[in-house]
């Protein structure tokens, strides 16, 4: 970071510290704007924001690479970002980025019934091995259709693996994007989900799958 850049940033946290508490608005603006400029200067390694959706809030990390975690409703936001500091870097900043602000789009567009498939960039950093060949063979299944486990367990190499791919989605880091949801038992029934079987018939049911 050049001196110049360093002046500046440093500018503008002494004005979000000496920013008079009752004008929240003007507080939040500043706090942006403090936060925008430390992503620019390459000080934040996580950006993330809130969006609310049919399922409730969730929580959306990304790298510079893309998008790197979704949190559902029912994992709390403290532990996502818990997560997203122990895993990818303690750097985690709520600012803007453009990767966030088109998932958020996707995202509404996918709830409203107008997308099918998700188009941002995806960082898969935090998926390795059989786990990330489980969710790219389940990134692969078509809306409104759905697999068993058996199959996607198959899909990524190890047709034999179906409880292993049951963990690998259990603990998916990219849920709705990476669509988990689709996959359920050959027995029948959904099956368990790392947001909950309300969030999944939910999901199954935007893409009328269920």
């Known amino acids: 970071m050049s001196h110049e850049d360093r002046r500046s940033l440093e500018s503008l946290g002494h004005r979000l510290r000496d920013a ?116 790219r063979a389940t990134a692969r299944i078509p809306y409104g259709r759905t697999a068993t486990y058996r199959e996607i367990a198959g899909a990524a190499g190890s047709p034999g693996a179906s409880r292993a791919a049951g963990s690998a989605l259990a603990t998916n880091p990219l849920p709705i994007l990476v669509p988990c949801h689709r996959v359920v038992p050959a027995s029948g029934g959904i099956g368990g989900y790392r947001g909950g079987a309300a969030a999944k018939a939910l999901l199954l049911g935007v893409e009328g799958a269920a």
């Open 20 to 135: 008079e508490a009752p004008d929240a608005a003007a507080f939040a603006r500043l706090r942006r704007r403090v936060a925008a400029q430390a992503d620019a200067l390459g000080l934040v390694d996580v950006a993330f924001a809130r969006h609310d959706t049919p399922l409730g809030p969730l929580v959306v990390g990304a790298t510079v690479e893309g998008l790197v975690r979704v949190g559902l409703p029912s994992e709390g936001e403290d532990s996502v970002l818990e997560e997203l500091a122990a895993r990818v870097s303690p750097r985690v900043l709520a600012t803007p980025r453009a990767s966030l602000d088109e998932a958020r789009r996707e995202l509404d567009e996918y709830f409203a019934g107008r997308r099918r498939r998700f188009e941002v960039a995806l960082d898969w950093r935090l998926a390795a091995g059989f786990r990330r060949a489980v969710l």
